[in-house]
């Protein structure tokens, strides 16, 4: 019988987190024969909502749950866990600059970093889903001295799945027929879904999608403005199907990954396609289940190549807008 894996989501009370830690609980992350404990991370104001959460939680009799451990104490809630899902951060207000919120929510980074460096298991993986994604990682990434580079992602996994949906629907295929979708970049508008490397049933997707003007315009702002879509139409930012790419993302690193696929998440840069090592930064990567490693020798082309450029100069600025966050030792 296999002992139970400690999994932390911060932000559990949000909206994310509303669908993310009962999918959890019900083993679609880890599998049907692994058991969970919960930590729930937030912030004290939130505490009575998360306590209606644990509540549903206990009321869902899930036979994998055995323990929930909802606290805003991050000592006690990054202790001993295996995951540190970092989804809670503080939403763009109106009239508020991109870079009060990458300095907000940055300073959020610095002490759960230094948490998890203090406390969580010794195999801790970190994914930062509350945005900037991107950069709220590289913060953490520094405050959490002693965990290695390579256990620091950054979710780039539902723009991933979007492309995928949009290529399906115009080729007139079901999605499982998409494949080789490289997200790069930053999880921002500014992210390049590679068209040219997918495929649709193992063929180039240019060569079954011809009309080139639909997947260099068209395409490529569907997919970047897609969350803007949803808030408009819905209300409310993209919840249930964030939640969902987190599992995928969690369950596509600690599986092997199927044939010559690969999935798009954000990394620690080695170098790796001239990308600056160092800037976290999505690439496509594939996984024997343990570790993992970029795809390398993908084809880019001129227009790609400039895509990623310009993603990966917004990185650097974002950077830029953080440095009193990075030079501090941790
Ligand atoms: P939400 O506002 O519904 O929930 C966020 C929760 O985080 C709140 O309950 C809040 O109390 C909590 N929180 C704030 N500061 C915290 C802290 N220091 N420690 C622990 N918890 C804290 O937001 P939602 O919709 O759940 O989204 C969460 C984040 O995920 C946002 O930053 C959003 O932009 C991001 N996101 C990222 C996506 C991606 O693809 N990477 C996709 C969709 C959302």
């Known amino acids: 019988k296999k002992s139970p894996l400690r999994v932390a989501v911060t932000g559990a009370a949000g909206q994310i987190g509303y669908s993310l830690v009962f999918r959890i609980a019900a083993g679609e992350m880890f599998g049907p024969d692994q058991p969970v404990i919960l930590h729930l991370i937030e912030i004290e104001p939130a505490l009575p909502a998360l306590q209606g959460v644990v509540m549903e939680l206990e009321d869902c009799a899930f036979p994998l749950l055995h323990g929930v451990v909802p606290t805003a104490d991050l000592d006690e809630g990054f202790k001993d866990v295996n995951w540190a899902l970092l989804v809670g951060s503080v939403p763009r207000k109106a009239g508020m600059e991109r870079k009060d919120l990458l300095g907000i ?99 180039p997707v240019p060569e079954v999608i011809s009309h080139r003007e639909w997947l260099e315009k068209d395409f490529l702002t569907t997919v970047q403005q897609r969350g803007a879509a949803v808030i408009k139409a819905r209300g409310a930012s993209s919840a249930a199907s964030a939640a969902n790419a987190v599992i995928d993302t969690v369950r596509s690193l600690i599986q092997p990954t199927p044939g010559d696929d690969w999935h798009s998440v954000a990394v620690c840069s080695d170098g790796s396609y001239g990308i600056e090592p160092g800037l976290i930064c999505s690439f496509p990567i594939r996984s024997d289940g343990r570790s993992w490693h970029i795809v390398p020798g993908l084809p880019l082309n001129d227009f790609s190549r400039a895509r990623i450029q310009a993603s990966v100069e917004e990185l650097k600025e974002e950077r830029a807008m953080v440095s009193e966050l990075l030079t501090r030792s941790a």
């Open 105 to 203: 929510n940055g300073k959020i980074f610095v002490g759960q970093g230094q948490a998890i460096a203090r406390r969580a298991a010794s195999d801790v993986r970190v994914l930062v889903v509350g945005n900037p994604c991107n950069t709220n990682c590289l913060i953490c990434m520094h405050h959490a001295a002693g965990v290695p580079r390579d256990r620091f992602f950054a979710m780039t996994r539902l723009d991933e799945n979007r492309a995928k949906a949009q290529l399906a629907r115009k080729a007139g295929e079901h999605v499982s027929a998409v494949t080789h979708m490289a997200v790069w970049g930053n999880h921002s508008p500014t992210m390049f879904p590679d068209f040219f490397n997918a495929r649709i049933h193992g063929r």
